[in-house]
């Protein structure tokens, strides 16, 4: 069965640096998300991405945030200047589109702590 | 604004009996609900969705029943087994696509004692 993978698993910062969490959508959907979760609170959207392009974007999602599709298959989120509070799980979705009988798939997260 | 929240952040159970999680929601523009499983330290799993033309879905040992009127949705368990300790959100995309952000629930936390 498909499933949408993220790498790295867990990722250790320090303030201040960039990371990249990276994602491989499942192979025949369009639209794709990341959300985080901050420990014991409920999942929180980031941002949605469609056709090369940022649909929607939270609050949270500020300048320090930004995504990209590199190529066909994998979608990243970048931080570019790590904060104390960015530290959360970072959960990759996708969904096939917009008319069909599907939600969105989620990945098993990056687990990002920032020191 | 709108809300997705459920009534118990925790249900505990025991091994065989039957589980039924609460939600209530404020947006009724969307037309569809979801309910999700999260194990520790796992992404949300997708387990059931239903669409507001429908009050009830059936699944492999789960059913979700919705009430529109009370914007009330409920996840029902059969048999709860061990392996169906986890948090359960429920979640509602905005607007009335399925491709819109996910507004998430805080999530109940079912615990199945054996």
């Known amino acids: 069965e498909p499933e949408v993978t993220q790498t790295p698993s867990h990722q250790v910062t320090q303030m201040g640096q960039e990371v990249i969490l990276r994602c491989v959508p499942i192979s025949n959907h369009l639209y794709f998300y990341w959300y985080r979760q901050i420990l014991g609170q409920k999942v929180e959207f980031l941002v949605s991405f469609y056709n090369n392009e940022i649909s929607e974007k939270s609050e949270i999602f500020d300048d320090q945030f930004s995504v990209e599709r590199p190529d066909g298959s994998n979608f990243t989120l970048k931080i570019r200047s790590t904060k104390l509070e960015d530290s959360a799980m970072y959960f990759c979705?996708?969904?096939?589109?917009?008319?069909?009988?599907?939600?969105?798939?989620f990945g098993p997260g990056t687990r990002l702590l920032v020191l | 604004g709108e809300s997705v929240g459920l009534h118990l952040p925790t249900l505990s159970v025991q091994e065989g009996d039957n589980s039924i999680i609460n939600c209530a929601y404020s947006n009724s523009a969307s037309d569809y609900f979801i309910w999700y499983k999260q194990e520790s330290g796992k992404g949300p799993q997708f387990i059931i969705d239903i669409r507001s033309n429908m009050d009830k879905r059936q699944g492999q040992r789960v059913t979700v029943l919705l009430n529109k009127t009370v914007k009330h949705l409920s996840l029902q368990i059969a048999a709860t087994q061990p392996g169906d300790s986890a948090v359960y959100f429920c979640a509602q995309p905005q607007g009335s696509s399925n491709t819109g952000k996910l507004i998430f629930g805080q999530g109940t936390t079912l615990q199945v004692k054996p």
């Open positions: 979705a996708s969904n096939r589109g917009a008319g069909l009988q599907e939600t969105q798939y």
